[in-house]
């Protein structure tokens, strides 16, 4: 079974960025297939394909050296119709202010106090998000995606520690 899943900006613009790199990969940290981004017939993304397509997978968009948030979608099933997943990216900030959260307690008053606009704003959110689920997923330390979310992080001023 193929997906097509075509990558966005918040003002739906197609994201023409070829870093960006998008992965199915089964629960259990097996990676079903791996492309970068590139033109598809709807716009910007991939095709991943994979066999059995009945099966429960995550799509993994990893964004390092982009200014896009990190993304993971959790429990797709590979046996549906249609296969077109359109996803829009969120832009991450590039700086922070104030001292550093040294707590899970202080994260999220620490992203409040940002003048980051909302957008921003969520893809922090999301970034951390997407971080909570890669540290469930076996073997996922090893993996690209995972580091870059924590180096992703750590720029903003956010030790990946106290993500839990």
């Given at each position: 079974?193929?997906?097509?899943v075509t990558?966005?900006?918040?003002?739906f613009n197609d994201?023409p960025?070829t870093?960006i790199?998008?992965?199915?990969?089964?629960?259990?940290?097996?990676?079903?297939?791996?492309?970068?981004?590139?033109?598809?017939?709807?716009?910007?993304?991939?095709?991943?394909?994979f066999?059995?397509?009945?099966?429960?997978?995550s799509?993994e968009?990893?964004?390092?050296?982009?200014r896009?948030?990190?993304?993971v979608l959790?429990?797709?099933?590979?046996?549906?119709h249609?296969?077109?997943?359109d996803?829009i990216?969120?832009?991450?900030?590039?700086?922070?202010?104030?001292?550093?959260?040294t707590t899970?307690?202080?994260?999220r008053?620490?992203?409040?106090?940002?003048s980051?606009?909302?957008?921003?704003?969520?893809?922090?959110?999301?970034?951390?998000?997407?971080?909570?689920i890669?540290?469930?997923?076996?073997?996922?330390?090893?993996?690209h995606?995972?580091?870059a979310t924590?180096?992703t992080?750590?720029?903003?001023?956010?030790?990946?520690?106290?993500?839990?």
């Amino acid at each position: 079974m193929s997906y097509t899943v075509t990558l966005s900006d918040s003002s739906f613009n197609d994201v023409p960025d070829t870093s960006i790199q998008l992965e199915a990969v089964t629960p259990g940290g097996t990676v079903l297939d791996s492309q970068g981004n590139g033109v598809v017939s709807t716009g910007n993304g991939a095709t991943l394909s994979f066999t059995p397509a009945r099966q429960r997978f995550s799509l993994e968009i990893d964004t390092a050296g982009t200014r896009y948030a990190p993304l993971v979608l959790k429990n797709l099933n590979g046996d549906r119709h249609p296969q077109t997943i359109d996803v829009i990216l969120l832009a991450m900030p590039t700086s922070s202010s104030g001292p550093n959260p040294t707590t899970t307690a202080a994260v999220r008053p620490f992203i409040q106090r940002q003048s980051w606009v909302p957008e921003q704003r969520a893809a922090v959110y999301t970034t951390i998000d997407t971080l909570c689920i890669l540290k469930g997923v076996p073997g996922s330390a090893s993996r690209h995606i995972r580091r870059a979310t924590e180096d992703t992080l750590s720029v903003l001023g956010i030790n990946p520690d106290l993500i839990v």
